[in-house]
């Protein structure tokens, strides 16, 4: 069945998973771990996915491509892990068809990487109350909360919930594990302060910190409510397994975990991308806590787990045989802009966008403002402004967690080349709380100009952009903004259409 759901989630990939394919190609081009030239921000969410990313590429895989492999790599080591735990088959079962666990093997992001050092972990150290520690056992858990410390930004919280667990069982190193833990982290945490200047990631920073509380947590209920079809067949056989062994309570302590977890939901409002990423981590779990508890002796109830688990993953595959997840929109158009941006403009020129994955990446010679702040220092720190009650009252993209920051001033004192608004091929009207700001200031409407560039589409891309695509050319339709005293407006004057700024019409 995860076979299934690989083959239909196959196209999968999403475009923040070129957020740290552009940082970790700039590293290995000896440009440091930054964004932009001369900018230090930590725009990416986990360094133990960059570094084993930087390092296939520096044996010569291709970035997008060792993404992709790292993710099948660590979906297939969580079966292995699973076997080789003598965990309850069930509990698998109903975890690997959970519709996002597939997809997200393909997306791109460090989401499977991050749940297999976590399990690993908490296998470790469930096993090892029952034998002495090996030396090996020991540098192997060292390993994996290492992992899990520095695989998300909540995984220091996540490492030392796992650690929590054994605490209560002398035979295991925990002092050792706990002192080891908190030196790396330290380390790297020393490392941040110093090389960004932060204590925190700063997309971290831009999709929790300073926004308003009731919001997030009306955001973070919905999110659930929404996924829920997803995800609730494993946790309802999970549940079954718990509730059903006699030693339940040996097991217990590995639900530690899932309190830091689902704290990120609600801290952050939820989430914005597909296949309840968020929840998988807390979902992997309670289904691996529940299937190393000693299963329920009882032949009824062994009965009731098969055909439990049988329902759970023939109703979570249908939703993955109905609703397969195809190339990001975001991905596929963003590739097509930016190879189209990186072949016109000059090396240097400053784009003011936000997409910033594809877009960014697949033009490295250009500089970048990310206007949604995961990749500015200065919009991540800002606190949402209060739309004017026109613009609130129409459909925007300002409530979606992730998508709430915005500074218009800050952005046009920067001077961009170019500013796209909206999605990744641009818009004439705005999506974010920055494009709003920009459109009404009077600055902006003196600078700049709207302009129609046609761009190539590379074949991979197209079958996913097609009703963005002009019908005469084929060619893909990108509407920037252009400053009127920049070197781009020659560019774009030569091979673009020019729009009637929205300014301008009653």
Avoid at 53 to 72: C, E, Q, S, T, Y
Avoid at 237 to 260: D, E, G, I, K, N
Avoid at 465 to 486: C, H, I, K, N, Q
Wanted: hydrophobic fraction near 55%; glycine fraction near 8%; charged fraction near 15%.
């Amino acid at each position: 069945m995860l076979a299934a759901g690989l083959l239909i989630h196959r196209h999968f990939f999403h475009d923040d998973a070129y957020v740290s394919l552009r940082y970790a190609e700039r590293w290995l081009a000896g440009k440091g771990l930054t964004w932009n030239d001369g900018e230090r921000v930590e725009g990416f969410s986990s360094p133990a996915w960059l570094a084993q990313l930087a390092l296939l590429a520096r044996l010569g895989v291709d970035l997008p491509l060792a993404a992709r492999g790292l993710g099948l790599a660590y979906a297939l080591a969580i079966l292995v892990l699973w076997h080789r735990a003598r965990a309850e088959p069930a509990g698998l079962l109903a975890l690997v068809t959970v519709p996002g666990f597939a997809m997200w093997t393909w997306g791109g992001l460090e989401t499977i990487s991050a749940g297999f050092w976590m399990l690993l972990a908490m296998v470790l150290l469930w096993r090892r109350r029952e034998r002495p520690w090996a030396l090996s056992s020991k540098l192997l858990a060292a390993l994996s909360l290492t992992f899990v410390a520095l695989g998300r930004p909540e995984g220091i919280v996540v490492a030392l919930a796992v650690l929590g667990g054994a605490w209560p069982d002398r035979r295991s190193p925990r002092l050792a594990m706990a002192a080891g833990l908190g030196v790396v982290f330290a380390g790297y945490e020393a490392f941040r302060l110093l090389y960004f200047g932060d204590f925190i990631a700063n997309a971290a920073r831009a999709k929790t910190l300073g926004l308003p509380i009731g919001a997030r947590l009306e955001d973070a209920a919905i999110y659930l409510v929404k996924t829920a079809p997803q995800w609730l067949g494993a946790v309802l056989v999970a549940a079954w397994l718990f509730a059903t062994s006699p030693l339940r309570r040996r097991a217990a302590w590995m639900l530690l975990p899932l309190l830091p977890l689902l704290a990120v939901v609600f801290a952050g409002g939820g989430d914005h991308m597909p296949g309840a990423r968020l929840l998988l981590a807390p979902v992997a779990a309670l289904c691996l806590a529940a299937s190393l508890a000693p299963p329920s002796p009882r032949r009824a109830a062994r009965r009731i787990t098969l055909w439990l688990a049988a329902l759970a993953a023939l109703w979570q595959l249908q939703l993955t045989w109905r609703h397969p997840a195809a190339l990001n929109p975001a991905a596929a158009v963003g590739e097509s802009v930016g190879r189209g941006l990186a072949a016109r403009f000059a090396p240097g020129t400053v784009v003011a966008s936000a997409t910033a994955g594809s877009l960014p990446y697949f033009a490295p010679a250009l500089s970048f403002i990310d206007t949604l702040g995961l990749n500015d220092r200065h919009i991540a720190r800002e606190t949402p402004a209060t739309l004017p009650r026109a613009l609130a009252d129409t459909d925007n993209w300002v409530g979606v967690p992730g998508h709430s920051r915005g500074d218009g001033a800050y952005v046009l004192a920067r001077r961009p080349d170019i500013v796209i608004l909206g999605g990744a091929n641009g818009d004439l009207a705005p999506w974010f709380l920055g494009d709003y700001q920009l459109l009404l200031a009077k600055g902006f409407q003196m600078s700049y100009a709207p302009w129609r560039l046609l761009v190539e589409v590379p074949p991979s891309a197209r079958p996913w952009v097609e009703d963005e695509l002009d019908a005469a050319s084929g060619r893909l339709r990108v509407t920037l903004y252009v400053r009127r005293d920049s070197p781009a407006w020659a560019v774009v004057a030569a091979q673009a259409t020019p729009l009637p700024p929205p300014w301008s019409q009653p």
